[in-house]
Protein backbone atom coordinates (compact mmCIF):
# COMPACT_ATOMS: atom_id res chain seq x y z
CA UNK A 1 0.00 0.00 0.00
CA UNK A 2 2.81 2.32 -0.04
CA UNK A 3 3.15 3.11 -3.51
CA UNK A 4 -0.91 3.98 -3.75
CA UNK A 5 -0.05 6.35 -0.74
CA UNK A 6 2.99 8.19 -2.36
CA UNK A 7 0.42 8.22 -5.61
CA UNK A 8 -2.39 10.00 -4.05
CA UNK A 9 -0.18 12.00 -2.31
CA UNK A 10 1.38 13.17 -5.46
CA UNK A 11 -2.03 13.69 -6.81
CA UNK A 12 -2.99 16.26 -4.10
CA UNK A 13 0.86 18.06 -4.56
CA UNK A 14 -0.73 18.46 -8.49
CA UNK A 15 -4.19 18.68 -8.08
CA UNK A 16 -3.80 22.63 -7.54
CA UNK A 17 -1.61 22.85 -10.56
CA UNK A 18 -3.84 21.06 -12.94
CA UNK A 19 -7.24 22.79 -11.84
CA UNK A 20 -5.05 26.01 -11.58
CA UNK A 21 -8.15 28.54 -13.24
CA UNK A 22 -10.83 27.59 -10.39
CA UNK A 23 -10.97 25.38 -7.25
CA UNK A 24 -11.85 21.73 -8.05
CA UNK A 25 -15.26 19.77 -6.96
CA UNK A 26 -15.36 17.22 -5.00
CA UNK A 27 -16.32 15.00 -7.86
CA UNK A 28 -13.14 16.44 -9.54
CA UNK A 29 -10.50 15.04 -6.58
CA UNK A 30 -12.25 11.83 -6.62
CA UNK A 31 -11.68 11.40 -10.37
CA UNK A 32 -8.24 12.28 -9.86
CA UNK A 33 -7.31 10.58 -7.27
CA UNK A 34 -8.50 7.19 -8.37
CA UNK A 35 -6.48 8.29 -11.53
CA UNK A 36 -3.82 8.84 -9.64
CA UNK A 37 -4.04 4.99 -7.67
CA UNK A 38 -4.61 3.46 -11.49
CA UNK A 39 -1.07 2.30 -12.17
CA UNK A 40 -1.32 0.75 -8.84
CA UNK A 41 -4.33 -1.56 -9.47
CA UNK A 42 -2.40 -4.58 -10.24
CA UNK A 43 -1.02 -4.88 -7.13
CA UNK A 44 -4.41 -5.36 -5.44
CA UNK A 45 -5.30 -8.93 -4.58
CA UNK A 46 -6.71 -10.32 -8.08
CA UNK A 47 -5.96 -7.23 -10.17
CA UNK A 48 -3.66 -7.54 -13.49
CA UNK A 49 -0.08 -7.70 -12.00
CA UNK A 50 1.48 -7.52 -15.32
CA UNK A 51 0.28 -3.91 -16.33
CA UNK A 52 1.45 -2.95 -13.32
CA UNK A 53 4.73 -3.81 -13.48
CA UNK A 54 5.16 -2.27 -16.58
CA UNK A 55 3.85 0.90 -15.67
CA UNK A 56 6.73 0.92 -13.37
CA UNK A 57 9.43 -0.09 -15.08
Known amino acids: ?3 SFFHLWLA ?3 LPMVFADGEPTDQMR ?3 AAGAVG ?3 G ?3 GGPFAFSHRVHL
Do not use: K, N, S
Open 30 to 32: AAF
Open 39 to 41: PDI
Open 43 to 45: FFP
Open 1 to 3: MAG
Open 12 to 14: EQA
